[in-house]
């Protein structure tokens, strides 16, 4: 018998900390899997956020780095700059890349920084206890919406995807979701594609990942992953939104 | 009782914060002196949770609880974790549902209660916090069940008034199952083992 | 035949896996691992067509499936 | 009316602002003040105030400029990276000389760090982590209801000097649930704000700034703040100094380590031993001159702070005599146990000779 | 004979620290005739940004805050929240909006805040002494771009309106420019208009206007003013973008 | 090779950087440091090094974190508002221990204050502006020559100890023009930087971060940071006396009043005044028992600095005498003239009855 | 025929109304003002509809018309 | 001349820097010891702008100019910032095309030079700034005019150095116009107001 799914590589042994059901573990994996797929582990530097995953560099196999909450970007311009030999990216919940760290995703997308960014998407704080994000839809309850988000007194959901997209110095973006089988494995095509452009010098990708917090969300795993498909899809819709590479 | 310092202790997710919160409510519903005070310490998510709770016939100079006179021990991790620290002739119920292994400490009081079992029976392995909390009082009447059961009331938030029937049954449960098994008898199923549920 | 094997002391019961199987080969156990968790283990092995999709959900990578 | 209730010190303190009249609050979540953005999120609408979940702590504190620009009572509150990020924004506000009320439920840093309580903020509170010559009062609370209190005060503080106060607290402090009532004070005599921006109908404009430009203008501002500054040194001290008369050793320590000494007191006055507490209340201004006359004839001054030394820095200004001055610090997060403050105790009892009964 | 044009009473009778021929008078004197002309003066607060236009509190005629580098959009929410009936404008410049202060600009357009916004662009940091703004253009030499900027180094400048109009919160955008009298008379109207609206409670209005920096952009006034409309229109077009006023 | 040349602080700064081998400079133009920003991003490109105007402040510290945690040399300048928004930053590179140069040409505050020189963060770069238990080392240097050759320090004492290190000026000396040479010295014999996230080749997976949440961890954490500093103080304590000994009166300033004051011991001297000067030059670790040495036997210390009065503590706490400390401090941007330092001798002379030849 | 006032003491030259004015009406003068600036001031007045488009310009608004 | 002292103001935008950075380089090619110090202090675009340049024999302390022993004042709020300081008996060199109204001290030698107007005969009002520079030499020559030329040279960039010859000229022109009007003629000149131009 031949091993036809097995962990990858990249990836320690190790149990996470994660809620069951969290699918911050699923695009981990995905990650890792495109990391030893393109057999980059040697040379990867990635970044973990201040959200949820900011123990990633607990279970990534290979150099991985703390950033302030939201500078993510920041940090990954520093390092690129100095080694533009590495492969850098960045890992970022909602709340650190699209509140507080505003700014510091524009402006890297913006200058084309050629680094890759993977944005896990679960439309809430889950680290700090629930509270609302940038992504969250309306009407959904949270810690601090208790009422439910009001289009009125907290804005609508941003589509980061959509912003980002429209930079000339973005190169890839694309929005994917890990609730099925089928989507997790396009989830890990896109990683892979931000990364080898980034190998191969073509610029700034983007990933951003549909992804549950059944904790805050209040909800079963199972049906949290259905939440997305049902509720969450319609406001960010899935697809590829940009890429220089796709013949027009 | 001038005053008794418990720590409560277990997964997260399995209400040790409600456990805490409950005790204290009802200790200021009986005009004692309380305090409680969360671990949110050290661990986040999927971690091992505690909290620190007093209960006073005076006033408390400090919430920090680090010789506790009993411990209600939800987990394996938990268990090693205070085992230590609980004071001679001190209390320690544990869940036996889920802690596996003996305790080593022979100078206190071990109560084990296989509270994630009874509550799966009960249909909602949930309430494995109010068994294991029944089956404290019945140890230590620091508080009367019946003010635990309004405080219950008093603290659920209404969206879940639903549950407070199951919460009372499972705090009853627990204090059923110790009052039932004489210590003389847990202390030699203890040395084969937890070996209930 | 495929094999499926979990770590289930590891399983946090998330049933992502069992969701995703398509032909109801992971169940959800009746006792609990250490961490008091219903775990989910593979039932109907005879069935398991080591598709691996249990595997590509498992948010705890725990599912290895051979062929 | 007084309301009495079991409450966490993150709630009480939300509380205690609405009851102060506070109808603003801005804040970002972190841990461990999580409480007070989610109580807020509640309260806030109930009460017809606002209640904004800001993008960031930058944004917070500058919202807290704008409403606090207009007159309106507005506060914010984060831990120890999230203040960090405020610094400029509480320059600015103490350059403007805009009243606010800031609070840090301190973790453990540097850095991420962890979310276990701390006091390793004392020298960013008292001696200004942001830039320019500016002060904060600070006030530091030791129970849930002194949190309440003192959030009263801050804001009749900062109305009344016309300045930011920061009430900083180990994460302890705002975790802990102890009963808590609520009193709302007759506010003392504040000052009208007439300098607010609230149009300028039946007035000349008014402008809030902190550029000036004009040859030795901001020197000029500048002493008339340091004038303000003095004038908090002579009236806004607050300490509290227990057994400290006669006494051998005193302790000293504020916010949650403050508790643990004080649990001890008893202990060793039982056995005979003459141990006092000196607890400082205000922070900034500091009660050096208190502080140095309750260690007058004292054998030996043990620090307990949890933090690597900062607090003892400013009792060393005040002793100003290194001889007699012990720390226990602990930095990183971690709750000072009352075992370890006594082995200290113990430690200076023997290598004085100090004498029980 | 009646006066056909005098100096508006919301602009003190003062010289300004300008200098010669810089935009900033100009929107200075638009934004004082609309709060004249909408008959707010004693209910309107402006906020000056850090940048040239700094000192604008010695300048209006009615009462004017300062706010840290970037931040007047934060500022405002904080003032408009507190007191809904006051009429608050946030003045700021390219460095101050679109660089440091890009996250809370969004953020404030994004809920909706009922403030108005004028950017004044003059793709450069005037008040520093001529460095690159988000907005400068491609092949523009500035202070920190000696060889011109590089899209390749510093992306390409950023079209703020367009990204801002984007937002559900927003309800108007207009962008225009001061280069002539009709251009002047056409951004006095969308000054105007975003006022009103928010008068009326309709929301976020946004107005950006093109403005010459001779100094640091090396050129007589005349010429200045003559490269916005060569140059700059093209890279930043003229319109409106955004208007729910509008019957589509 | 050594090149002579006339350039301000500021250039002098950024050559001095490249010359020790820093090829990242990230920063976000700012009054009074903008030539470090304009020298940078001509000079850059020219050595194949990495200029990148950051979005803010924020951004440029952050940018900083990446370079460092690779392993590069990276440094970033502001002035006091700037340096303000970095405090966040830089209690994650102390947490994180990463090796980093910090530049900080201070100007009035608070707030926006002005551009004029000025020395009133010092508080914010001695005693951690950031949160947590953490230090900086901070150079003060006084000439535009000093400020280059402290620039090579710096970089070499971020990498021995692994740590931020600071380098504090006041307006004037990043604006005045002076000749300044540039001699790279033979690197000292630093540690490998094998920490550093380089891709795991041929090793285990290196990681870098602050957050530590095992019980006690961040504790041990912070012992080892609290060591480290211990041997900053140890070793790395920098200073200038001049003519102290058995003096009279004794000066105590950094950064350009140092040179104001430098300029008056002449004059003194040549009247028969027994006079020194004392200049911290590293302002933390602070210089404690050289100025305690330095000021026995002396009638009285004065302070003179550009702020309302922070360096004067330190001098406090060397001193644990306060009736022999006197301070001239002058806050807002403005610079202190001979003339007033002179008329506060004079002041001291008459009270003292201090004897001339 | 209509009426412009300048404020020449505080003209900066940077010669925007007189790039406006469809009539040519101001010039800028041969002399300094105080601040060492050749100041536009209007000239062939007997030409000027009114139209106050030089004052719309002047970034100084330091341009009066009367008509 | 063990140390000269200068301040140098006028109008932002008067070239006020470069006439000072100008000195400090010649004095450096004569091997002196130079300071140069900018007031970018309080003043933004608009304001006044002025530097203070050292050259000395010596080491130089301090760059701080409080006294100076010369200065050159370029537009009218200079003179009222500046005529108090100038030591007694200094030199102050004053544009007398734009300073129109009569310095008040009379222990300091004043010299007038209508250096905007000589600049605009020249053809470009911006080396009005040279020309007072030509002015200042010919009292004090703390440089040679030769050395002030070649530093010219040195740090105008490429791109300007068409203007070398102009700058060059209107140096001449200014020591040339001094020259040319003694001491007495001056005196009796300012005490009806400057009325060249
Ligand atoms: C400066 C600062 N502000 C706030 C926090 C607290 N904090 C930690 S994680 C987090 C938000 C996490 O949300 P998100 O980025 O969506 O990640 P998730 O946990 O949902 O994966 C916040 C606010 C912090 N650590 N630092
Ligand atoms: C925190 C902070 N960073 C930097 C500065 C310096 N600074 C002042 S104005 C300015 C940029 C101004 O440019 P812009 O906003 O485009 O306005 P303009 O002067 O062009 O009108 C900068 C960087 C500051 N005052 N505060
Ligand atoms: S809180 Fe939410 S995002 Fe965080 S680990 Fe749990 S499920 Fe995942
Ligand atoms: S490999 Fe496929 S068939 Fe087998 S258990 Fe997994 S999902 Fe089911
Ligand atoms: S998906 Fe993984 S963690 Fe979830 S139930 Fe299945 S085996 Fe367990
Ligand atoms: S520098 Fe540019 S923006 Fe600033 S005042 Fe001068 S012309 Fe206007
Ligand atoms: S009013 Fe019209 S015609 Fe008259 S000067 Fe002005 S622009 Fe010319
Ligand atoms: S537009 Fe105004 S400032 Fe400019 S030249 Fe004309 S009058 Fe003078
Ligand atoms: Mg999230
Ligand atoms: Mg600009």
């Keep these: ?248 | ?197 | 035949m495929a094999k499926v094997t979990i770590i289930t002391q590891r399983c946090k019961g998330c049933e992502l896996c069992v969701e995703s199987c398509p032909h109801g080969v992971i169940v959800m156990s009746k006792s609990l691992n250490d961490k008091g968790v219903h775990f989910a283990q593979p039932a109907m092995l005879e069935d398991c067509t080591g598709c691996a999709l249990c595997a590509m959900m498992c948010p705890e990578v725990i599912i290895e499936v051979e062929k | ?357």
């Design chain 1, 1 to 248: 018998m031949t091993k036809v799914f097995t962990r990858p590589y990249s990836l320690k042994d190790v149990e996470t900390h994660y809620c069951g059901g969290c699918g911050h573990g699923i695009v981990h994996r995905l990650i890792a899997d495109a990391v030893d797929e393109l057999g980059i582990r040697e040379r990867v530097v990635g970044i973990a956020p201040v959200g949820c995953a900011v123990l990633a560099y607990d279970y990534f196999n290979f150099d991985v780095c703390e950033a302030a909450h939201g500078r993510a970007p920041a940090v990954a311009t520093g390092m690129k700059r100095a080694r533009p030999d590495l492969i850098i990216f960045a890992y970022q919940g909602d709340g650190d890349l699209a509140a507080i760290g505003m700014a510091e995703i524009i402006h890297a997308a913006n200058r084309g920084e050629n680094i890759s960014v993977f944005f896990v998407n679960n439309a809430v704080y889950g680290m700090t206890g629930g509270q609302m994000a940038p992504t969250t839809m309306i009407g959904q309850k949270t810690e601090t919406t208790p009422r439910g988000r009001l289009m009125e007194q907290e804005g609508s959901p941003i589509r980061v995807s959509e912003l980002l997209a429209q930079f000339d110095g973005v190169k890839f973006v694309e929005r994917c979701t890990i609730t099925k089988p089928k989507n997790v494995n396009r989830t890990k095509a896109a990683i892979t594609h931000a990364l080898r452009m980034q190998i191969e010098g073509k610029g700034f990708g983007f990933v951003e990942i549909l992804s549950p917090c059944p904790t805050y969300w209040g909800l079963q795993p199972r049906v949290a992953m259905k939440m997305i498909e049902e509720r969450m899809i319609e406001v960010f819709p899935l697809g590829q939104l940009k890429d220089i590479e796709e013949k027009k």
């Design chain 2, 1 to 197: 009782m001038a005053e008794e310092r418990i720590i409560i202790a277990g997964f997260g997710g399995q209400g040790i914060m409600f456990m805490g919160k409950l005790l204290c409510y009802a200790g200021m519903m009986e005009d004692r002196h309380v305090t409680y005070m969360p671990s949110y310490g050290a661990e986040v998510r999927g971690g091992t949770a505690y909290c620190n709770v007093i209960i006073s016939s005076e006033e408390i100079p400090s919430p920090v609880v680090s010789d506790p006179t009993a411990a209600i021990i939800m987990n394996m991790p938990s268990l090693a974790k205070f085992e230590a620290a609980v004071v001679k002739k001190g209390l320690m119920v544990v869940n036996s549902s889920l802690v596996t292994r003996a305790a080593k400490r022979k100078d206190i009081e071990l109560i084990p209660v296989p509270a994630t079992s009874i509550a799966d029976r009960l249909g909602n392995t949930r309430v494995a916090n109010m068994v294991a909390l029944g089956g404290f009082l019945a140890k230590r009447a620091v508080v009367d069940i019946a003010t635990v059961t309004a405080a219950i009331q008093e603290i659920l938030p209404a969206s879940r008034s639903h549950l407070i029937e199951v919460n009372r049954q499972a705090i009853a449960e627990g204090k059923i199952y110790v009052e039932a098994h004489s210590s003389a008898a847990i202390w030699s199923k203890l040395t084969r083992g937890f070996g209930f549920a």
């Design chain 4, 1 to 357: 009316m007084s309301r009495k209730g079991l409450m966490c010190g993150n709630e009480a303190m939300a509380e205690a602002a609405i009851t102060a009249g506070c109808r603003c609050y801005f804040g970002y979540p972190i841990t461990p003040q999580n409480e007070v953005t989610a109580y807020m999120s509640r309260r806030m609408p109930e009460v017809g105030g606002q209640f904004v979940q800001s993008e960031s702590e930058v944004a917070a504190i500058n919202m807290v400029f704008g409403a606090a620009a207009i007159g309106a009572r507005a506060f914010t509150s984060s831990s120890s990276p999230g203040i960090s990020l405020m610094q400029e924004g509480i320059s600015y506000l103490a350059g403007n000389e805009l009243p606010s009320v800031i609070v840090n439920i301190m973790r453990g840093g540097p850095g991420l760090g962890n979310i276990g309580p701390s006091q390793a903020d004392y020298f960013q509170a008292t001696r200004g982590g942001g830039h320019g010559d500016y002060r904060t009062i600070v006030l530091a609370p030791a129970s849930v209801q002194e949190l309440a209190d003192q959030m009263f005060l801050a804001f009749d503080l900062a109305d009344k000097y016309r300045n930011p106060v920061m009430v900083i607290a180990d994460g302890v402090l705002g975790q802990i649930v102890e009963p808590v009532e609520f009193s709302p004070k007759e506010t003392a005599n504040l000052p009208k704000k007439d300098w607010a921006l609230t149009g300028c109908s039946g007035r000349a404009p008014n402008k809030i700034r902190s550029l000036v430009l004009g040859d030795n203008e901001l020197l000029e501002h500048n002493r008339k703040l340091q004038a303000k500054y003095r004038a908090m040194e002579e009236s806004e001290i607050r300490y509290e100094s227990l057994e400290t008369d006669g006494a051998d050793i005193i302790l000293v320590a504020y916010g949650s380590p403050s508790r643990t000494c004080r649990s001890l007191l008893k202990k060793y006055r039982q056995e005979g031993y003459r141990i006092g507490l000196f607890r400082p209340i205000t922070l900034w201004p500091f009660p050096y001159k208190a502080l140095a006359e309750a260690a007058h004839g004292s054998r030996m001054v043990l620090v307990v702070e949890m933090s690597a030394g900062q607090l003892v820095e400013d009792v060393r200004l005040a002793l100003l005599n290194d001889s007699i001055i012990r720390l226990l610090g602990k930095p990183g997060g971690e709750v000072i146990q009352s075992h370890e403050v006594q082995s200290e105790i113990e430690k200076i009892i023997e290598e004085f000779k100090i004498k029980g009964r």
